[in-house]
């Protein structure tokens, strides 16, 4: 009787650690910057081991990983690696320093350090955008992005990162609903500190 309670209990806790096994074995393959077999399967191996090791208290309480939303992540970021880097690429070819960028003011939905986290890396990953400054009172990122032509590019950077983010929260299965967001600090496509052009 004893054991058959014991046993879901463990389960239980298991479950709940779900989340940071995740979250481990998805930063193992971002700092490798590989999919292949040997740095998927061991980079697994070594985020249950840590947590094995060093038992710490859920990370996101609530949340269920969805391996196939991880899956989907991992894939839209090699697409935006690929994408990004030839844009930039062509665009540093043609303008070289008269490239114009800007940084733009990006609300987010969830509220949590590890999804803040999460999405403040996956930007900075990405060729073309850096993440400035975090504000995680009022949850906002603030990219530094380029090329940025006019306010279709500044709306276009900013939708990139509120649907990388949109992705991040559904990969570990967290409540990412736009009734979390707080107020705009302006209409779409206002929001930018500056956008400047490069001079030689």
Do not use: C
């Not at 609530?62 to 062509?90: E, F, Y």
């Not at 990953?125 to 993440?131: D, E, N, R, S, Y």
């Not at 504000?135 to 990162?161: F, G, M, N």
């Amino acid at each position: 009787m004893i054991r058959s309670l014991i046993r879901p209990e463990r389960a239980r806790r298991g479950v709940r650690h779900l989340p940071m096994i995740a979250w481990l074995w998805i930063l193992w393959v971002l700092l490798w910057g590989s999919t292949g077999a040997v740095v998927l399967i061991g980079g697994l191996l070594v985020a249950v081991g840590v947590v094995l090791a060093f038992p710490l208290p859920a990370v996101l309480p609530g949340a269920v990983p969805r391996p196939l939303r991880t899956v989907r992540a991992l894939v839209h970021l090699l697409t935006d690696l690929v994408g990004s880097g030839a844009i930039v690429a062509w665009q540093v070819v043609r303008h070289g320093r008269n490239t114009s960028s800007a940084i733009i003011e990006v609300p987010l939905h969830v509220d949590s350090d590890l999804l803040i986290t999460a999405v403040a890396e996956l930007t900075t990953m990405t060729p073309g955008t850096l993440v400035a400054e975090i504000d995680r009172r009022r949850k906002r990122l603030y990219v530094h992005a380029l090329p940025i032509r006019d306010l279709h590019d500044i709306t276009h950077r900013r939708d990139q990162v509120q649907a990388a983010e949109g992705r991040v929260a559904r990969a570990v299965g967290h409540r990412h609903s736009a009734d979390q967001l707080g107020p705009e600090a302006g209409p779409p496509g206002t929001t930018p500190r500056r956008i400047r052009r490069r001079k030689p």
